[in-house]
DNA sequence: GTCTATAAGTTGATAGAC
DNA sequence: GTCTATCAACTTATAGAC
């Protein structure tokens, strides 16, 4: 308590912490332009002063938000691997995403504005990681096709339809409330959200029988 | 040509043309606080005075933007009535809205970025029009399914992911085009999109045989 | 209708006392 | 480490000559 030097920032970890939970908010909202160091500031219940202190540049707040979101996304554990049940690792990846994008709408909005104007701070992570985890598991899921074992689907653009499917629910939650007339989604949306999705998804990648379609007779 | 006064503003309707084309490219780049009237001047090659002449205001020039682009949200021919067949309405529909995005990506982004930022501008669209849209359209389909015409799935929900599964493409132009190794999306890339949202859709409404899975036996 | 010059307000960033 | 005061740059909008 007395020492004038304790374990390597403590405080500034605390400190930092406060800061980018807010600028996460605040740059969900309005956007990296839209976002003032002063909402920030305000929302953080500090001087905007100490926002320089800790990270400098408004830029290097940002930079921190999106590096911190996309931990969260690969943190995914995905079950893609070839001896999986695809739809096993295909409703695990839904649910997964589906649950991060109802917990941590900011996050997914934060990203979506990113992208939305050409990702100029997170391009090289798009180019890199991403794609190359993409490439993996796409060989993995050809594999599955392959073997019979799902119906024949793109794999890229599966994913591309996976992260749209899900994130439109934090990224467009203003849409979705309008036209299902609530002024936010609940637990109750997500739920029937994920159901949605899943039978989707799961049908469309004939991994689910097309039940409630009266059943055609064996023989024409 | 020596009339003062000519139809009514046929130089200005074709100013104001030239003007909001620019501030479209603009503001699906920049957003709206990203913007500014001087770049979207520079764009239009007039000075900016010129859009205060016009518009006399920066939210009046995005406001006239969402305005233009809710028409062509609007002029999507639907052919989603109870005598229709369920697979060619939802088929037309998924390459109606894939030829917009594709022909109109920036359209896209700037009505992402409304909705991405709580539609503060067309939140009344939302909540009328388009929810209005949704409920007649709705009925059309719960119509459908309980003739057993095609699979139980959530109307609402159901547009909810083509909106998303289509839009995706012109919005997240960046992250697509990274995962595919390419820095944007030609014609080729909007034809296998279209062909995958169209498989996954129809066969996730159970609208398309499960292909490519191998038979199984009639009797267990 | 068009243009240059400028006013008025906002915002990121820093200086310097405590 | 924290805070107040302030600077410098930028942006919307307008005034007023042409």
Same mark, same amino acid.
């Given at each position: 308590?007395?020492?004038?030097?304790?374990?390597?920032?403590?405080?500034?970890?605390?400190?930092?912490?406060?800061?980018?939970?807010?600028?996460?908010?605040?740059?969900?909202?309005?956007?990296?332009?839209?976002?003032?160091?002063?909402?920030?500031?305000?929302?953080?219940?500090?001087?905007?002063?100490?926002?320089?202190?800790?990270?400098?540049?408004?830029?290097?707040?940002?930079?921190?938000?999106?590096?911190?979101?996309?931990?969260?996304?690969?943190?995914?554990?995905?079950?893609?691997?070839?001896?999986?049940?695809? @739809?096993? *690792? !295909?409703?695990?990846?839904?649910?997964? +995403?589906?649950?991060?994008?109802?917990?941590?709408?900011? %996050?997914? =909005?934060?990203?979506?504005?990113?992208?939305?104007?050409?990702?100029?701070?997170?391009?090289?992570?798009? @180019?890199? *990681? !991403?794609?190359?985890?993409?490439?993996? +598991?796409?060989?993995?899921?050809?594999?599955?096709?392959? %073997?019979? =074992?799902?119906?024949?689907?793109?794999?890229?653009?599966?994913?591309?339809?996976?992260?749209?499917?899900?994130?439109?629910?934090?990224?467009?939650?203003?849409?979705?409330?309008?036209?299902?007339?609530?002024?936010?989604?609940?637990?109750?949306?997500?739920?029937?959200?994920?159901?949605?999705?899943?039978?989707?998804?799961?049908?469309?990648?004939?991994?689910?029988?097309?039940?409630?379609?009266?059943?055609?007779?064996?023989?024409?």
């Amino acid at each position: 308590m007395s020492g004038s030097r304790g374990r390597v920032g403590r405080i500034r970890q605390q400190h930092e912490g406060t800061i980018l939970k807010a600028a996460e908010h605040v740059f969900a909202r309005s956007g990296f332009q839209g976002a003032t160091m002063a909402e920030i500031a305000l929302r953080a219940g500090m001087p905007k002063s100490n926002l320089h202190y800790y990270f400098g540049t408004k830029v290097e707040v940002y930079r921190a938000v999106l590096a911190h979101i996309l931990e969260l996304w690969l943190a995914e554990t995905d079950r893609f691997t070839p001896d999986a049940d695809p @739809r096993e *690792a !295909l409703s695990h990846y839904i649910e997964a +995403k589906m649950r991060l994008t109802a917990e941590r709408p900011d %996050a997914s =909005r934060v990203f979506a504005n990113e992208l939305l104007h050409g990702a100029p701070e997170i391009g090289d992570y798009l @180019r890199g *990681a !991403l794609r190359a985890l993409v490439a993996d +598991k796409s060989v993995v899921i050809r594999g599955w096709i392959a %073997a019979g =074992r799902m119906a024949a689907v793109d794999p890229e653009h599966l994913f591309f339809s996976l992260w749209a499917l899900t994130q439109t629910y934090a990224d467009f939650e203003t849409q979705v409330g309008a036209v299902l007339g609530r002024s936010n989604l609940g637990p109750a949306d997500y739920r029937r959200a994920t159901d949605h999705v899943l039978n989707l998804v799961l049908r469309g990648c004939g991994l689910m029988p097309p039940a409630a379609i009266e059943e055609p007779p064996c023989s024409t």
